[in-house]
């Protein structure tokens, strides 16, 4: 049974950094993507990065360009989502992630962690 449990969220001043990090397990990763989408009250969930488990590569939505970096661990079987110069509007749930494929749209994951509460004051 695949299992990700997500940790690292928190409260913190804008300017800031914080790391997230999911754990995955249950399954044989080296064919799936693990990507951070996140949901802001009142809106859709949103793609933040993905990274392909066997290669390490990696994308990132335009919005987080240059701030955001998705990576992950295999000996871990952990993914990290390193955010730096957070902004108010980064205040999400975050969530991380199973699927297939190396998709943008959230409709194609099928496993999901529980999500994290991120928010970020001005």
């Known amino acids: 049974q695949v299992q990700l449990v997500e940790s690292g969220g928190g409260l913190v001043q804008a300017g800031s950094s914080l790391r997230l990090s999911c754990a995955a397990s249950g399954r044989n990763f080296s064919m799936y993507t693990i990507s951070w989408f996140r949901q802001a009250p009142g809106k859709d969930r949103e793609f933040v990065a993905r990274?392909?488990?066997?290669?390490?590569?990696?994308d990132h939505a335009d919005s987080v360009k240059g701030r955001f970096a998705i990576s992950r661990d295999k000996d871990k079987n952990t993914a990290y989502l390193q955010m730096n110069s957070l902004k108010p509007e980064d205040t999400a749930v975050y969530y991380c992630?199973?699927?297939?494929?190396?998709?943008?749209?959230?409709?194609?994951?099928?496993?999901w962690g529980q999500g994290t509460q991120v928010t970020v004051s001005s």
């Open positions: 990274v392909q488990w066997s290669s390490g590569a990696t």
């Open positions: 992630a199973l699927g297939a494929l190396p998709s943008t749209y959230s409709r194609n994951y099928h496993y």
